[in-house]
């Protein structure tokens, strides 16, 4: 499995700010994940196909991704953070495919990032 180099994270109080960069030169879609101790990794963005952002309910109006085809970077901008938010967060990307995919099905993504932790503070 190809493993996606992952920056960014850190400690954060509520409300504040925070980015986190994933390294990935070409790719079908790719998406930004959570996961906490104890639950299920839940998809939080994704760039789909075609370039289309798309978030889930629970961090819409607050988190936005983005690419840098220059620099074959993708950037989840994380604002308005709350300490629900405080999760291990993950990049992921579908490297090929032919048909269509989304990038928010953890199950389908065939390259990971490392994982860079996330703690908001009340």
């Known amino acids: 499995q190809v493993q996606l180099a992952q920056s960014g994270g850190g400690s954060v109080q509520a409300g504040g700010s925070l980015r986190l960069s994933c390294v990935v030169p070409?790719?079908?879609?790719m998406g930004w994940f959570r996961q906490v101790p104890g639950k299920e990794r839940e998809g939080v963005a994704a760039i789909e196909s075609g370039g289309i952002p798309v978030y889930a309910d629970s961090v819409k109006d607050r988190f936005s991704t983005s690419r840098d085809d220059t620099q074959g970077t993708v950037y989840l901008q994380m604002n308005d953070l709350r300490p629900e938010d405080t999760a291990t967060y993950y990049c992921?990307?579908?490297?090929?495919?032919?048909?269509?995919?989304?990038?928010?099905?953890?199950?389908?993504?065939?390259?990971w990032g490392q994982g860079t932790l996330v703690t908001v503070t009340s």
């Open positions: 070409r790719y079908y879609c």
């Open positions: 992921a990307a579908i490297m090929t495919s032919f048909t269509w995919v989304s990038c928010l099905q953890k199950n389908k993504m065939d390259a």
